[in-house]
C-alpha cells in the first residue's frame, strides 16, 4: 500500500511566506512523524506526533493530525532560504519504528 | 546533540562484491534499524535489531543482505554480492528505547558499477 503519501509533491514560496505540506496515509497508525532532507543528504527528524495528539508545535513547525481522515499537514511559518530541502512524512504503525514514507514535498524557497 | 555516524559516506563497489556498511549508533541506544532510499525512491525500511538479534525485517532484506553488532559500538549491514539495483542511499538509525525518538545517521551512499 502506498502509506504516506505528500501533496504537493513539489512547492516553491517566496521567503518570508508560509509553506504547507500534506500527507495522506492508509492504516492506522502510533505515530506520525516528518523528516528533512537536503539534496542527497541525510534524514533530518523535524517532529512526532503520536496519534491521540492533534496538534504539535517547534519553532516555526506547526503539524496537525487528523486520524478520522488519516491525514496530517505540516506548516513552516516565515519561511527561510535555509528551509529548501525536501520534506517526508513517516508513519509508525506499532511503534516499532518500521517506519513507512511517502515520497516527499520538494520545497524550494526564492530569496 | 548525540549523532549517528555512518562510514563511509561513499562507496563504489562492482557488481557481485561484498560491500559491508558501518555505523555506529548513539552510544547508550538499544534498537538500531536500516533502511534505504533509492535515488528519487522513497525511503524503505530493511531491518530492525535488538538484543542482538533481528527484530524484522523487510521482503527487501534476503539472504544476501546480514547485519551484525561485531562490539559495544558498530552495527554494520553486510551486502554479500551486490547487484545493480543495490545502489541507493543507506541510512541507519537508532533509538534508546521502543517508543523513543529515532535518530539517523548521514547515511552513506553505495553506488554498484
Known amino acids: 500500500s502506498q502509506q504516506g503519501e505528500e501533496d504537493p509533491q513539489a512547492l516553491s514560496i517566496q521567503e518570508g511566506e508560509n509553506a504547507t505540506m500534506n500527507c495522506s496515509y492508509k492504516t492506522s497508525i502510533n505515530n506520525l512523524q516528518w523528516y528533512r532532507q537536503n539534496s542527497g543528504r541525510g534524514l533530518v527528524h523535524l517532529i512526532l506526533?503520536?496519534?491521540n495528539e492533534r496538534e504539535k508545535h517547534s519553532g516555526r513547525l506547526r503539524v496537525t493530525l487528523d486520524t478520522s481522515k488519516k491525514s496530517s499537514s505540516l506548516l513552516i511559518t516565515a519561511s527561510r532560504a535555509a528551509d529548501t530541502a525536501s520534506y517526508f512524512c513517516?508513519?509508525?504503525?506499532?511503534?516499532?519504528?518500521?517506519?513507512?514514507w511517502g515520497a516527499g514535498t520538494k520545497l524550494i524557497i526564492k530569496p | 546533540e548525540p549523532e549517528v555516524t555512518q562510514t563511509p559516506s561513499h562507496q563504489v563497489t562492482q557488481m557481485g562484491q561484498e560491500v559491508i556498511l558501518r555505523c555506529v549508533p548513539i552510544s547508550n541506544h538499544l534498537y538500531f534499524y536500516w533502511y534505504r532510499q533509492i535515488l528519487g525512491q522513497k525511503v524503505e525500511f530493511l531491518v530492525s535489531f535488538y538484543n542482538n538479534e533481528i527484530s524484522e525485517k523487510s521482503e527487501i532484506f534476503d539472504d544476501q543482505f546480514s547485519v551484525e553488532r561485531p562490539d559495544g559500538s558498530n552495527f554494520t549491514l553486510k551486502i554479500r554480492s551486490t547487484k545493480l539495483e543495490d545502489s541507493a542511499m543507506y541510512f541507519c538509525a537508532s533509538r534508546e528505547s521502543s517508543g523513543g525518538r529515532g535518530f539517523f545517521g548521514p547515511g552513506t551512499r553505495l553506488t554498484v558499477l
Open positions: 513517516a508513519t509508525d504503525p506499532d511503534s516499532n519504528y518500521q517506519l513507512i
Open positions: 506526533i503520536r496519534s
